[in-house]
């Protein structure tokens, strides 16, 4: 079975992912989420295909980016996790995420909540995601962090 250092290299991963979204490093989110499917609100099939590395362009083509900072201003958090170890190589995360935004013209608050579904795969590299989907909760004011309209949630 798994050991204890597993959850937590795995709980690492989730907040590697969030750093590197705030920070506005779309390149490591698409190296982090190169072997896995990715699949967002209300989709049958994956967005993202495993291999391709489309993580990066996705976020670029949806994410607003400030020139003053060179990031979205914004605090992804991922809170909640359970964590379910199928075997020794292979685990399931649900994760609730709440992100938080500033801006000019948008005072601090939460812009959007949902919930992360991810698989995870342990191989000679270490814990690499293979799956994720993403559910929407709640929506608030995503006109400073998208670049794209988005109509709301699609059931969490």
Known sequence: ???????????????????AVDRGDFAAVGEMFREADVYFPGEEQPSIRRGSGDFAKHLGRWTRVYPDTGNPKTRHLCVNPILDFDDATHARCQTYFVVFQAAEGLPLQPIITG???DRLEKRASGWVF????????????LSAHLLQPYDGPTGD
Do not use: C, K
Request: avoid cysteine.
């Open 1 to 19: 079975m798994a050991e204890a250092i597993d959850y937590f290299l795995i709980l690492n991963m989730l907040h590697r992912y969030s750093d």
């Open 115 to 117: 919930t992360y579904l």
């Open 130 to 141: 293979t799956e994720r989907r993403e559910l929407v909760a709640q929506v608030g004011d």
